[in-house]
């Protein structure tokens, strides 16, 4: 249940954790490390929250996900996922209210690994995950237009389309230098891959927007500007000023649900991209457990939640990343830069950081995906537009829960539609021909007992409750001429409690009809239920039969004497 990666490693003397391997994962920590640094000062901003809890999140978090995780590759810290979230979080409930909300989380997604939930969270429907992915792209992104621009507005409305109604009304106030190093910055990071893979462009164009900025001394809002000292310093959150009441962890409990929600559905998300990659295994148990403890370490440092982020997750693997050491060197790292450089992000433009987190919206649109999803059936792309639609319009919470109803109405109709029951009982008119012609009148006997004496139906599907209906529906072809009905159930996988009171329907009007019910060829499971429900017992073992044939030349017996 919790077998983290790295000391099974250790214990085990894997031959993965060789001197070769390890200088490739202190490399790609690196690597790692300088594609996180510019990311994380971003995502703590837009969270609503001081730069440096970006980087400390990334610290703390980062080193025990890698710490403690079930994946080799996991690189964990601060995601553009989480913004939306958070600066809500911090709107209603304030800092403490987020710290609190996030320890929650972590506990509920320790108790998630604990209750093996791992394998559950990764059966939510891809439409929907593709539809709130996309959704939080797009709000994120438009979060990001007011510095980006250097828009003169004090406060920017939560609401999407207030935001945009906002942004209109005041783009006169927009700065011609902000605009351009903006611009500028965007199309560092999108062509800078171009001249060199290794070093990030994100980095490069914060460098190159920095530098722009203070040596042309341009009227640009710049980190600090906005928030002043920037602190390089690591510190525990004083808990005694914080309340701890029911009545708040009652209320906060709900934004905790959902960190902890989207912490689990994208960390293992990311662990499976990471498999793919690597061809290994990651334990979803542990890694939740480790998710918990990396969240719970977050809050305590004053940090944001944190999940494993699948860019810098694929960046590890890209640059010879294989054993959680990685993920170890690339905190390490952080850690390092914080404490040398930190007092020096006081001059990285905001309009620079805004350019970033547009790229980050971008890649994690899953447009293509999303394009692909609208050409597939008519129920994925309605999942996929109404979550992301509530996602953009209202928030992540109603969007996962409206898009999951929905999603489960969609297969509970397919489900029942795929479920035929069919009149097959002229399909067994030689079998009773060979079997009782002589003792008939005529050789017209035999198909009048098949066509009305005898009516068999073959069931093909799960009998459940949404498919009770199309099951009843039987009763509506016995007629005063039917002697006996046989069901035959021999492609029905699954019985549930719906199909079993339906059951008992048809055999109570059997015999107000004087009917005999006969069943057969059933399934493990529908027997089963039919035993512990105590159904074979009242109607008579007498009444099952192992095969059709048995079934129907027993009717045909009795119909003969």
Not at 20 to 26: F, S, Y
Not at 268 to 275: F, I, T, W
Not at 381 to 409: H, K, N, P
């Amino acid at each position: 249940m919790f077998k983290p990666k790295l000391l099974s490693m250790i214990k085990t003397k894997n031959p993965s954790l060789n001197k070769k391997q390890i200088k490739d994962d202190i490399i790609a920590g690196i690597i790692v490390a300088i594609i996180a640094l510019p990311l994380s000062i971003a995502l703590g901003i837009s969270s609503g929250v001081d730069p440096e809890k970006g980087l400390v999140t990334a610290v703390i978090a980062g080193f025990l996900i890698s710490f403690f995780g079930g994946s080799r590759v996991q690189i964990g810290g601060p995601t553009g996922a989480f913004v939306i979230i958070v600066y809500g979080i911090i709107q209603e409930y304030g800092i403490q209210g987020l710290t609190i909300s996030t320890i929650m989380a972590g506990l509920i997604m320790i108790a998630f690994g604990l209750l093996k939930f791992g394998n559950l969270i990764r059966y939510i429907p891809y439409p929907i995950t593709i539809g709130f992915t996309s959704g939080i792209a797009v709000v994120l992104f438009s979060t990001q237009i007011k510095d980006f621009l250097g828009l003169n507005i004090s406060e920017v409305p939560a609401d999407f389309f207030e935001k945009w109604h906002v942004y209109i009304e005041n783009a006169s106030s927009a700065g011609i230098p902000t605009i351009f190093v903006g611009v500028l910055s965007i199309l560092i990071i999108v062509l800078w891959p171009r001249v060199n893979k290794t070093i990030p462009g994100s980095l490069v164009a914060l460098i190159f927007g920095t530098l722009i900025v203070s040596i042309f001394k341009l009227d640009v809002l710049t980190i600090g500007s906005l928030f002043g000292e920037i602190s390089n310093k690591i510190s525990f959150v004083e808990f005694s000023s914080i309340d701890l009441s029911v009545n708040t962890l009652k209320n906060l409990f709900p934004p905790a649900m959902t960190i902890a929600f989207l912490a689990s559905i994208e960390s293992l998300l990311s662990a499976m991209v990471a498999d793919g990659m690597i061809g290994k295994r990651h334990r979803s148990n542990t890694e939740l457990i480790a998710q918990g403890i990396a969240n719970i370490g977050s809050a305590i440092f004053g940090g944001i939640p944190a999940t494993g982020a699948i860019a810098r997750t694929a960046a590890n693997v890209k640059n010879g990343g294989r054993t959680p050491i990685a993920g170890i060197v690339h905190s390490l790292v952080l850690f390092l830069i914080m404490i040398m450089f930190m007092p020096l992000a006081s001059l990285i433009p905001m309009t620079t950081l805004s350019a970033i987190l547009m790229v980050v919206s971008y890649n994690m649109s899953e447009w293509r995906s999303f394009k692909e999803l609208l050409k597939s059936t008519k129920s994925d792309a309605s999942v996929l537009l109404l979550t992301f639609t509530l996602t953009v319009v209202f928030d992540l919470i109603i969007a996962i829960e409206i898009g999951m109803l929905v999603a489960m109405g969609l297969f509970i109709k397919r489900m029942a539609d795929s479920t035929a029951i069919e009149n097959t009982s002229r399909s067994y008119l030689d079998l009773f021909e060979e079997n009782y012609h002589e003792s008939m009148e005529d050789v017209s006997d035999y198909h009048k007992h098949m066509d009305s004496q005898i009516l068999l139906y073959e069931i093909n599907g799960p009998l459940f409750f949404g498919a009770a209906n199309t099951f009843v529906d039987v009763l509506d072809e016995l007629n005063i001429e039917t002697k006996f009905l046989i069901l035959q159930l021999k492609d029905v996988p699954i019985m549930d409690a719906t199909a079993l009171n339906s059951l008992r329907r048809i055999n109570h009007r059997c015999i107000e009809m004087n009917i005999d019910l006969f069943y057969c060829e059933l399934k493990p499971q529908p027997h089963r239920l039919l035993v512990n429900s105590g159904y074979i017992e009242s109607v008579g073992e007498g009444k099952f039969f192992n095969t059709v044939q048995n079934a129907i030349l027993t009717a045909g017996k009795m119909l003969s004497n």
